[in-house]
């Protein structure tokens, strides 16, 4: 499948999120999306590659709360708290989600999930230690592509609440 034949042109941006963009208004951001030679499928990888920061980079994360597949939007250089996101979701028990699950919910490899344009809607929660930055960066939908964002913005365009799940270090 080619990107020119979605609109895509040359930002590499996976078709599906491509589009969703656009639905969103968000032209300008896909103009400003990044391909990159080597796997952006890591936080550290996306870092480097962009020359950014690692808790500049947006990860995408699929959980299972209680079966239900939810979305956890976290900074790079940080990892989510699973007890948190129990606790804020009021579930019985929250389990990162396989390939599979992510992959049937998302319509996306891990490794390229973005934060919106899913397959299915889901309840999306962003850690607020996103807020810190003026810009981060997040997945557009293959492993080796970027765009850039206002926190805010991706807050908004994802439909995410602002929590704090964020692991603590001690």
Known sequence: MTTTATGTGESGAHPRFAEAMRAR?????????????EATRTAAEAA????????????????????????????????VDV???????????VTRADAGVVRETTGYAIGGVPPFGHRTR???LADRSLLAHDEVWAAAGTPHTVFPI???????HAGATVVDV?????
């Open 25 to 37: 208004g968000l032209e300008d951001v896909l103009a400003r999306t990044r391909r990159f030679p």
């Open 48 to 79: 480097a590659a962009i020359g950014c920061g690692l808790s500049q980079i947006c990860k995408s994360l699929i959980f299972a709360a209680d079966g239900v597949p939810v979305l956890v939007l976290m900074d790079g250089a940080s990892r």
């Open 83 to 93: 007890e948190r996101v129990r606790a804020e979701l009021g579930a019985g028990k």
């Open 122 to 124: 889901t309840r999306v």
């Open 150 to 156: 206002g926190p805010e913005a991706l807050v908004a």
């Open 166 to 170: 964020r692991e603590q270090t001690a």
